[in-house]
């Protein structure tokens, strides 16, 4: 499973949008890329996931570049209760997991 | 349609007792997948089941064990409770999304502390 790198935290205020940055250099030709949230204590939650090029849902988008070793997960107008961290996940179709450290998102008012 | 449940929610052992954790998926999901979290380590994988059978194991000893019933909820068991296995434990069951996306969805975990 291609491992990711991603920023251990983020700073933002409200109303801002945040985009936060996925490297995953060894991403193989059919591997998907998932973003999860969690919040303390509780499980995490599906974001949006995406193959190539720019996928949307209601929540936040997700933009992937030619050659996919990397992505950005763009958060819009970003409130207090996005606070939480945000994992990166690539080949994550099975049932394994590979959580890396995530991005510990916190915003402010 | 119901979530992932997870009982207990909060459960408190001493060292050396054994645990377990039950877990209910989605309905109509057959895969169930546990994952430990701990502040030093963060998400872990343990072990996946799909259709009663492990399909996928982590690196953990073999104190972890797990199994899925027919009608796919899981257990989870913990023997000879350690200290260092106070954890968040995660379950979660895979199955496709309303916009056909494979992927999977967590209940809200245990929460095992081991005095």
């Known amino acids: 499973l291609a491992k990711t790198t991603q920023p251990i935290s983020m700073d933002s205020y409200e109303g801002q949008e945040v985009n936060i940055t996925c490297s995953h250099n060894?991403?193989?030709?059919?591997?998907?890329i998932t973003w999860y949230q969690q919040f303390p204590s509780q499980g995490p939650r599906f974001i949006i996931q995406g193959y190539k090029t720019k996928v949307t849902n209601e929540v936040a988008s997700l933009f992937i570049p030619a050659d996919r070793k990397s992505s950005t997960l763009s958060l819009p107008r970003v409130s207090l209760s996005d606070t939480a961290v945000y994992y990166c996940l690539v080949g994550a179709t099975g049932g394994k997991l590979i959580f890396g450290q995530g991005t510990e998102l916190s915003v402010k008012p | 349609k119901a979530g992932v449940t997870q009982t207990p929610r909060y459960l408190i052992k001493t060292r050396g007792q054994q645990v377990t954790l039950s877990c209910s998926p989605i309905?109509?999901?057959?895969?169930v997948s546990w994952y430990q979290q701990t502040p030093g380590q963060g998400l872990q994988f343990l072990f996946e089941y799909f259709s009663e059978t492990q399909r996928n194991k982590g690196n953990f000893p073999g104190r972890f064990s797990g199994r899925q019933f027919s009608n796919s909820r899981s257990e989870m068991n913990v023997s000879t409770l350690e200290l260092g296995d106070s954890a968040l434990y995660l379950c979660a069951s895979r199955g496709y999304s309303d916009r056909g996306e494979n992927i999977q969805y967590f209940g809200a975990g245990t929460r095992l502390s081991v005095l």
């Open positions: 060894n991403i193989a030709t059919n591997d998907y």
């Open positions: 309905s109509g999901h057959r895969s």
